[in-house]
């Protein structure tokens, strides 16, 4: 199980460093999501045994998460800019092909329950509002300088942390998405390289994140337990208008770059690499079921 959890954190810091579905989404597709969360509800509030378990669990998936994040990071700081259409198309392979694949795995919780559909239009709401009206978005990410750290700044930063950090271990919207939104992505990948690098200017900034994202989980666990135990139908509802949400952000991700530019458009799409991220997605899917049989 050692290798498997490896793989499955691994898979999980693939989604979580790039917008589109989060590190949850994968977990969901990889069938140990409810395993997650009962691990670190448990980390939070159970008992000796419990969270004895839960640390060897979240451990042998924070390995894989850990290199499968590393190695992302380095490889996106270098070409985010360059190629933004090319990986915003390969995010929106993943958004479009995971969300067939929840609706299939929680059809209990969708089918004749249609009155939720509510819940997905909140979500959808949620995403676009906050990405049309971010002052970042069109501005570009230039304006937030993260080696020049002021109050407002680290506190814009932590409470953007704890929302996104909230995301990730949702199945829905990434928080890497959320970070796209707020202007953050591009900042937090190449705060992260530099630091890699052993420049230390960008340690502050990425300390004032780290405990963001530490009070993000504290905060937001039992919640998103609770709903999924009490509310599962309207929770997939809202989780899917998220999905659907997210694909307005990616397009718009590229006026969030230090040198904004123009949308992605229909010209500026590309197939290829939209398949690519579906097709990563379905392996997943058929990684799951091989998962299974073990």
Do not use: H
Not at 104 to 109: A, D, G, L, M, P
Not at 146 to 173: E, H, Q, T
Not at 185 to 198: C, D, G, H, R
Request: aromatic letters at 14%; proline letters at 3%; hydrophobic letters at 55%.
């Amino acid at each position: 199980m050692y290798i498997i959890n490896f793989i499955r954190g691994f898979c999980m810091a693939l989604a979580d460093s790039v917008p589109g579905v989060s590190g949850g989404t994968i977990a969901f597709i990889l069938g140990f999501y409810d395993k997650f969360i009962n691990s670190l509800n448990n980390l939070v509030s159970g008992n000796k045994k419990e969270r004895l378990d839960s640390i060897k669990f979240l451990l042998k998936l924070g390995l894989g998460w850990i290199v499968g994040f590393l190695l992302s990071v380095l490889f996106l700081a270098s070409i985010f800019d360059k190629e933004i259409y090319k990986i915003s198309s390969l995010f929106i392979g993943f958004i479009i092909f995971a969300i067939p694949i929840i609706l299939i795995e929680e059809k209990e919780n969708i089918l004749n329950k249609y009155q939720n559909i509510f819940f997905a239009i909140i979500g959808i709401g949620i995403v676009v509002l906050i990405t049309y009206f971010n002052p970042v978005v069109g501005n570009g990410a230039g304006n937030i300088s993260l080696d020049r750290l002021s109050l407002g700044l680290c506190i814009y930063i932590f409470i953007v942390a704890m929302i996104a950090i909230s995301a990730m271990v949702l199945p829905g919207i990434s928080g890497s998405t959320l970070l796209l939104i707020f202007g953050l992505y591009a900042p937090i990948i190449n705060s992260i390289k530099e630091v890699l690098t052993f420049n230390f200017d960008y340690l502050p900034v990425l300390i004032v994140f780290g405990l963001g994202v530490i009070a993000g989980i504290f905060a937001t666990i039992k919640g998103v337990k609770y709903v999924l135990l009490n509310y599962r139908s309207q929770t997939i509802y809202m989780i899917l208008g998220l999905m659907l949400g997210s694909i307005y952000a990616v397009f718009m991700g590229p006026t969030s770059l230090e040198i904004p530019k123009s949308p992605m458009s229909i010209k500026t799409f590309n197939l290829v690499f939209f398949i690519i991220g579906g097709g990563i997605i379905v392996a997943l899917q058929k990684l799951k079921v091989y998962l299974e049989k073990k």
